[in-house]
């Protein structure tokens, strides 16, 4: 079964950082790109980070670039999202999810049951 | 950034009945290869999404034959030709033509 979960939510402080992480499995990871998508119930799905099957290539939306930055261990068949400067508008639920095509502009599919991240003093 | 905006944001719907969801792109969504990069995906309640159509009209393995997907350039179409229980979600369209890559504000489907 193809499956991915993400891990590493919590609550954080404004300014913080935290390195969520994403499991693998039932697929050839390294032969895939992954996401990161996040949602929040007041703007819904936000695609935030794309990265390709070797990992020398990433790419993200303005707000959260240079912020953010995703990195993969395909020896471990794991996705990182390491997020720092983090501000409340990043509170959401963090979805990783396999590209649907080399460039994931096809979109993405399966997703992981997300992990909530809370930023708040 | 490329803005989608979904119509209705609620859709209340008799089972058995058929349902159709709007997507309208603030630019045109021909990509320079030809493909139109138009995606819609499912929410049902207390699950993650899931993928339904990729490039406007093809269905994902497993997705029942009731679900279609049309549209052009800016102006997209999602239907589900009779409406079953199991339906009931948000449903979003998303673009993959533009950077960066955006999400319609979702469609809520209900049952009557």
């Known amino acids: 079964e193809v499956k991915v979960v993400e891990s590493g939510g919590g609550l954080v402080q404004p300014g913080g950082s935290l390195r969520l992480s994403c499991a693998a499995s039932g697929f050839t990871f390294s032969n895939y790109p992954m996401t990161w998508v996040r949602q929040t119930p007041g703007t819904g799905l936000e695609w935030i980070s794309s990265?390709?099957?070797?990992?020398?290539?990433?790419y993200y939306p303005d707000s959260v670039r240079g912020r953010f930055t995703t990195s993969r261990d395909n020896s471990r068949n794991a996705l990182f999202l390491q997020m720092s400067g983090l501000r409340a508008e990043d509170t959401a639920v963090y979805y990783c999810?396999?590209?649907?095509?080399?460039?994931?502009?096809?979109?993405?599919?399966?997703w992981g049951p997300g992990t909530l991240v809370t930023v708040s003093s | 950034d490329v803005v989608l905006t979904q119509s209705p944001l609620s859709l209340p719907v008799t089972l058995g009945q058929p349902a159709s969801i709007s997507c309208r792109s603030s630019?045109?969504?021909?990509?320079?290869?030809?493909?139109?990069?138009l995606n819609w995906f499912q929410q049902r309640p207390g699950q993650s999404p899931r993928r339904l159509i990729y490039k406007v009209s093809n269905r994902d393995s497993g997705v029942p034959d009731r679900f279609s997907g049309s549209g052009s350039g800016t102006d997209f179409t999602l239907k589900i030709s009779r409406v079953e229980a199991e339906d009931v979600g948000i449903y979003y369209c998303m673009q993959g033509t533009h950077w960066a890559w955006t999400f319609g504000q979702g469609t809520k489907v209900e049952i009557k």
């Open positions: 999810a396999i590209c649907m095509s080399v460039t994931c502009r096809a979109g993405f599919g399966p």
């Open positions: 630019q045109s969504l021909v990509f320079s290869d030809g493909n139109t990069y």
């Open positions: 990265i390709d099957n070797t990992g020398g290539y990433s």
